[in-house]
């Protein structure tokens, strides 16, 4: 078989370059034909079909890699460190989140990127206990792409491996969730098949995945490495196809940026590959990287500035921890009521770490969220003395009013925090739903919230300077002495005594010794 099929085998080979994949398929594919006809008889009175078909296998692979270690001719006319042509597109599809199409050669790939909330994160159980990812990659390889027939159904083990390689090579690129609140989803369809199919997926990511605005810290490239060894003399391929992965001795993955390595696979079968081979091979990957990354770099520079209109927006808040249970409420009743009041989505989680509660609202609309953000960033603000808000009426009682001044937050108007009058009736000036503006007088211990609804400035002049206090007798130094249960309420002339006489008559109580210093 061999004898009578080397030449003209060699003939394809060396003609493989003009002829293409197809039509040099199309010609083996004859030659084997007429090969076995030659040898099997058209009757097959031997029964040797089968035998020289695998030896005819046989031949192609030895003409092949013979071309290759002696001559340098790849099956396709390449030399060895030559790469496929290469046709970058992005904006495959008008209303994903970011698409992107990479051909290389036969090898054609389209990926599409989505984006969504942070708490549709997937949730992985392992022996290292729970986690929440929230960048994935997904690789599928239908029967189509490379010319077969099957049912569309469950990953199997090679596209579960290639798509945890390209997820792999791009995780380190990938922002933090400070940086970029999203959980991210890629999917990579293979359309057409001829070795590379991983690396084609890992460029097509990085295109779809700036097409959508992730702001990628640098872009990824990657390569399929091949080698034809006999023992003594080695090649090292770049860009291998589907061919010279079959026959060959070699299929080393290597995806990285122009700063380095991030992913790599190797597939060999030999018994190991010596260091010079290494170091040739990641050279070369290099090279042909660089090249790739030139050519994804004409179709997207850099990761757009606007993720896609249709994408969800998102924006982050941290918050205190201990602020967690005020902002989710009683049974949730807090969140529910923003939730239906911004019309946004709003998730929290504990980051138990750095002890802060991390917030993601999104919507589709800005405003939405604008709206969100504000009532959550004012129901865990920090409440200072001075500060002045607009609120509503709650609850009437007699000794004053409650004020919501934030949602979810009220505080107490003291009767005598209601007018810079005296208020005889607080229900006569004072109704439920009521608005009003108030100011933070106090801020107790506990957390409660004093309100006032007089100015700074009128609170300024009801506050006396010192002197006389009206009614009550005497300067705000003269405050201990004096007849206190004597008279009316506007007569306590008993205390208009000085600081350093703090003694005297407290009315029927009788003489009190004055209170003394503690340095006395």
């Known amino acids: 078989v061999y004898s009578q099929a080397k030449d003209r085998l060699v003939e394809i080979a060396k ?16 030659l084997r034909n007429a090969v076995v006809l030659e040898v099997a008889g058209e009757e097959d009175a031997d029964g040797i079909t089968g035998a020289v078909k695998e030896a005819f296998e046989a031949a192609n692979k030895k003409v092949v890699r013979d071309q290759i270690l002696e001559n340098g001719l790849r099956p396709d006319g390449r030399g060895t460190t030559d790469i496929r042509p290469i ?18 050669g036969a090898t054609q790939a389209v990926t599409v990127t989505t984006l969504a909330d942070p708490s549709l994160g997937q949730l992985v ?28 159904g469950f990953p199997k083990r090679r596209e579960i491996g290639h798509g945890a390689l390209a997820e792999r090579a791009l995780y380190p690129m990938i922002p933090s969730q400070a940086d970029f609140p999203y959980t991210i ?31 990628l810290k640098r872009p990824v490239s990657g390569i399929a490495m091949g080698l034809m060894s006999d023992g003594e003399k080695h090649v090292v391929l770049s860009d291998i196809q589907g061919l010279e992965d079959h026959i060959g001795d070699m299929d080393f993955k290597v995806a990285g940026t122009k700063e380095g390595i991030t992913a790599i696979q190797m597939d060999i079968k030999l018994k190991g590959v010596s260091k010079e081979i290494l170091e040739q091979a990641l050279s070369q990957s290099h090279e042909g990287r660089m090249h790739i990354m030139g050519e994804m770099m004409k179709a997207i520079e850099a990761p757009r500035d606007q993720i896609s209109q249709y994408a969800p927006k998102v924006f982050q808040i941290e918050i205190p921890a201990e602020k967690i249970g005020a902002l989710i ?26 002890e802060l509660g991390i917030v993601n609202i999104s919507s589709s609309e800005q405003e939405k969220i604008d709206a969100a953000v504000t009532i959550v960033s004012n129901l865990v603000r920090v409440i200072e003395v001075g500060d002045e808000f607009d609120g509503n009426i709650t609850r009437v009682e007699g000794y004053g ?15 005598s925090q209601m007018s810079t009058e005296r208020v005889d009736d607080v229900e006569a000036i004072a109704k439920i739903g009521d608005a009003t503006h108030v100011r933070i007088s106090e801020v107790k211990d506990d957390g409660k919230i004093g309100l006032s609804m007089i100015t700074a400035e009128e609170a300024a002049a009801k506050k006396p300077s010192g002197g006389d206090r009206g009614g009550r007798g005497g300067g705000r130094d003269n405050r201990y002495g004096g007849d206190r249960r004597g008279g009316g309420r506007n007569d306590r002339g008993g205390r208009g005594y000085s600081r350093d006489s703090r003694g005297g008559s407290r009315g029927s109580d009788g003489p009190r010794d004055g209170f003394r210093r503690r340095d006395s």
């Not at 003609?15 to 004859?30: T, W, Y």
């Not at 046709?87 to 290389?104: L, N, P, Q």
């Not at 986690?131 to 027939?149: A, E, V």
């Not at 923003?338 to 750095?354: G, L, T």
Request: hydrophobic letters at 35%; glycine letters at 12%.
């Open 329 to 354: 409420g009683p049974g949730g009743k807090m969140i529910k009521s923003i939730i239906e009041q911004s019309v946004a989505d709003i998730n929290v989680d504990e980051d138990k770490e750095r």
């Open 125 to 152: 159980e392992s022996i290292d206990g729970e986690d929440t990812l929230h960048y994935m990659h997904h690789y599928n390889m239908p029967p189509y792409s490379f010319g077969g027939t099957g049912r569309f």
């Open 87 to 104: 046709w970058c597109e992005t904006d495959v599809f008008a209303r994903t989140h970011g698409s992107a199409m990479f051909k290389r």
């Open 401 to 415: 009013v409650f004020v919501e001044y934030l949602p979810g937050r009220e505080g107490l108007v003291h009767v």
């Open 15 to 30: 003609q493989g370059g003009s002829l293409g994949k197809h039509a040099r398929d199309e010609a083996v594919n004859e």
């Open 185 to 215: 989803h890629v999917v990579t369809e293979i359309m057409s098949s001829n070795g590379s199919t991983s690396q084609a997926a890992v460029c097509g990511s990085t295109m779809s995945l700036m097409a959508a605005g992730v702001p």
